[in-house]
């Protein structure tokens, strides 16, 4: 199966994908990481849709190897929700569509305020705090 956890920066997306993949041992597959990884090989470069693109290909090697997939990403448009569909079809594996909003609009200010990364060399997204639904 694939899960892809989806909203605004700040809202948790992977605090709630890092549990899901670990309670039920599925691959985490974070865009922020692999876009970062792309910024660190190549800093002048735009990554546009790349890490999006590569995303796709790891959680299809992923669930083509036999493992459920946590995708991890803000995928705010109809071209990345429909990209993560056709990932599943061609894998012939079921997917489920999350939207992670944060329903507390002062907590959310807060989180994007103060968001400090995980990930070396990587600066977050600020995003906005209006919790409007991602596109569909």
């Known amino acids: 199966m694939l899960i892809i956890l989806a909203g605004l920066p700040g809202t948790g997306k992977t605090t709630v994908a890092r549990a899901l993949a670990a309670r039920i041992g599925a691959a985490h597959v974070r865009v922020d990481t692999i876009e970062q990884g792309i910024k660190s090989a190549e800093p002048h470069r735009d990554v546009g849709a790349t890490g999006y693109v590569i995303a796709y290909r790891i959680a ?77």
């Open 60 to 136: 299809a090697d992923n669930l083509r190897a036999g493992l459920t997939v946590v995708a991890d990403c803000v995928n705010a448009s109809g071209v990345s929700q429909a990209a993560w569909t056709e990932v599943a079809d061609e894998a012939s594996h079921p997917h489920l569509y999350v939207e992670v909003v944060c329903s507390d609009e002062n907590e959310h200010r807060r989180r994007v305020e103060g968001r400090v990364s995980d990930i070396a060399g990587h600066r977050p997204l600020r995003g906005r705090i209006s919790q409007s639904r991602v596109p569909e």
